[in-house]
């Protein structure tokens, strides 16, 4: 069985049909590219074949994209020189796809040829849009459903197979750079507008139409193939292409803080490739994606926000226990999280009951589905009746006996254990014995929550980031006593609201919380020692943070903070390390300044809410130090606060995978998307250098540096966390 078939029909319309064995969508691999170019020769040879349709056997898409696994192997097929085998493993997709797009013309008059239709029934990503893009006309199925693009950098690459050398010849610069910077995919009518395909049609005429143009005698030359192409826009040095490119270079600087080797890597290829003819742009393309997937940054993106991110959606540790899908779902508390939890839950088709101590407030929740709702169909990306679909699953009231039915309830009451307790007796008298009980709270332990049932196997932690419709991840705690089918409950219904799920064990903040709290106290200290506030900030942001600490404190507010300091100091006593953390955010919340809700934080705002800056105050109160110290100092500073609380949760077993601990960093709290996630960071820095690196930060600035004992061992051993861990954890 191949993934490619051919068959010649009478009308002399050959139709290569991909068809992945095994797989619901297409995905290349090595062996598939060769395939098609074995069918590809033997219709351009076949004197009876006029033209060739290339399509999908399966119904609503074409293709995925590349199997990623196949560009890791390259590498490692290449032994000593793995430059040289993914160069080569380049050219050599470069040269299958430029046969397609010459067709046997004369490379001279470019006379002859045959004419190649892509004819794409839905989806069509990576890969799956760089071999359309090499045939010459692109066909698509009205399928609003279908995405179309090339979504390679958001996993640490960039199109490689030609797609970013033709994109920008077809579109010029400014049209292809939100497709192949930002990864923006389209539907088959906004990609026709972008100018990616050429024709959208009826799914049911899709072949029809492709076959009638082949056999139309068109003209095939790609117009960078004719003689005095002009790239649409300009070239660099022309001087609108100018204008482009300066700008281009400076928006992927702003946007990127030159952390990501991708973009650069990305903007390089296009600005040399648009200087050369085609041949040697896609020469160029090659040598620039080879110099990504070289860099450690590329493979340990690709292993945590595809294969494992993955991985964990389809449930790599969900317990063996059957089908746990909710179909009724109550939600206690309508406030901020309680809307949002009752809004993805509606949106995924589920029956939702959203409770509140007054009517009013429960309405208030439902009616955030309404308005986002209404922002979507604004955009066009939801109807009017999609909205009254999700509007009429969600029951808003005060009544319990509403929750009858429910197979999962997930509360998100005040932070309060006294009322999460009332509230969780309270439900428990309601609903059914089946019943999972999950708890929204961000800071009390799940064990001690899971006392106010009396069956605690079926009590856990769901929780989630704010705001719930846009964070991706959700993290699943299990108490002492929480059995498997509470964890089956819960990442199934994560999988129902497509999010990722990581789960950990009970501990002070769980996992993702933990990890932030560090990051953002090391920026509070820096402060109290007088660094630049603005020093602090932007050196997280160049590492790739969204933000940095101190505006992140800013966001999620300086009294929150305070509230959290004070509990924990009042339950860790003398242990407590962050006096000097909790002496700034006092003082702030003394003064007032509670963040970006009271229009007054670590900056200043306008009277709009605009983020001005930082607040001089600050500085007045602690004098900036006459030496600062030096960038890196900063970063690493902030990075192993934050790696090293994920090493001890491993250690302790509060995380159990790394895989865990990687994706769910990146995607809870943005940790350098860059370096593929904390345990990955210390595999590129190598384990010795990491704890060479801790030992000297922990005479410097204090024994929460010291080297967590796992670490110490590992690079005595000279091992790293992937090599070590990633196939116990890929086992289980
Ligand atoms: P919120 O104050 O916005 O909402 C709480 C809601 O619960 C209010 O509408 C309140 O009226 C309602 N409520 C209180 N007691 C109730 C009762 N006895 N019965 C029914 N409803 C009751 O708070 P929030 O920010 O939505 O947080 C809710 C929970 O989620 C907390 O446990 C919090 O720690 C957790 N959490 C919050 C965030 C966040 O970023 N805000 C993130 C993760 C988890």
Redesign the pocket.
Known sequence: MTDFTMEKHADGVAIITWDTVGKSMNVMNAQGFLDLEALVDDALADDAVKGIVITSGKEGSFAGGMDLKVIAKMKDDAGDDPARGLFDGVMGMHAILRKIERAGMDPKTNKGGKPIAAALPGTALGIGLEIPLACHRIFAADNPKAKIGLPEIMVGIFPGAGGTTRLVRKLGAIGAAPLLLEGKLNDPKRAKSAGVVDEVVPADELMDAARAWVLSEPTIVKPWDEKGYKMPGGAPYHPAGFMNFVGASAMVNGKTQGAFPAAKALLSAVYEGALVPFDTALKIEARWFTHVLLNPSSSAMIRSLFINKEALEKGANRPDVPDQRVKKVGV????????GIALVSAMAGMEVVL????QE?ADK?KSYTADYMDKGIKRGKATAAKKEEALNRITATTDYAALKGCDLIIE????DPA??A??TRNVLKVVGDDCIFA??????PITELAKASDKPEQFIGI????PVEKMMLVEIIKGEQTGPRAVAKALDYVRQIRKTPIVVNDARFFYCNRCIIPYINEGIRMVAEGVAPALIDNAARQLGFPVGPLQLVDE?SIDLGAKIARATKAAMGDAYPDAAVDEVIFWMEGEGRLGRKSNAGFFDYDEKGKRQGYWEGLVAKYPRAEEQPDLITVQHRLMFAQVLEAVRAFEEGVLEDIREGDVGAILAWGFAPWSGGPFSWLDILGTPYAAERCDALAEAFGPRFATPDLLREMAKKGQSFYGRFADAAAAA
């Open positions: 206690m508390g309508a406030g901020m999280m309680g809307a409770i509140d101590q007054k407030a929740g998100a009451v005040f932070e009322v999460k009332e509230v708890t929204n709270t961000s800071t009390l929780h989630f980031f704010s999620t």
